[in-house]
C-alpha cells in the first residue's frame, strides 16, 4: 500500500522558518514527480512546488518563489519542503503528492498519491 505520510508542521511567527517533511512508502517514487500543495480555511488545494525525480528540475507557484524550496533524496524516497520568510498568508494544512504520469504538474488531478496532510500556522 502506498503511502504519503508528512511531518513538520507546526505554529510559527511571520519571518520565521519551518522545514516540512514528506516520507513516502509502498513503491519508489525516484523517475516520477513529487509536489506541495496548501489548502487554507475556506480556499481551494493550491500548487505550492514541485520537483522531478529523474532530473531535479523545479518549479513554484508565484507566492512562493525566492522564499521556499523543495528538494528529494530518492534513495530514502523522501522529499523535502524549506519555508523561510513565512507570512500570515502562508497559514494552511500542507499535502505532499506523487504523480506518475506527468513530469512537472500543476494541478491536482495530475497527481495520483496524496499524504494526510500537516498544519502550517503563521502568526503576525
Known amino acids: 500500500q502506498v503511502q504519503l505520510v508528512e511531518s513538520g508542521g507546526g505554529l510559527v511567527q511571520a519571518g520565521g522558518s519551518l522545514r516540512l517533511s514528506c516520507a513516502a512508502s509502498?513503491?519508489?517514487?525516484?523517475?516520477?514527480?513529487m509536489g506541495w500543495f496548501r489548502q487554507a480555511p475556506g480556499k481551494e488545494r493550491e500548487f505550492v512546488a514541485v520537483?522531478?525525480?529523474?532530473?531535479?528540475?523545479?518549479r513554484y507557484a508565484n507566492s512562493v518563489k525566492g522564499r521556499f524550496t523543495t528538494a528529494r533524496d530518492n534513495a530514502k524516497n523522501t522529499m523535502d519542503l524549506q519555508m523561510n520568510t513565512l507570512k500570515p498568508e502562508d497559514t494552511a494544512v500542507y499535502y505532499c503528492?506523487?504523480?506518475?504520469?506527468?513530469?512537472?504538474?500543476?494541478?491536482?488531478?495530475?497527481?495520483?498519491?496524496w499524504g494526510q496532510g500537516t498544519q502550517v500556522t503563521v502568526s503576525s
Open positions: 503528492a506523487a504523480s506518475t504520469r506527468y513530469y512537472l504538474p500543476l494541478a491536482t488531478g495530475d497527481y495520483d498519491y
Open positions: 509502498g513503491r519508489a517514487f525516484s523517475n516520477d514527480a
Open positions: 520537483i522531478n525525480g529523474l532530473d531535479g528540475n523545479t
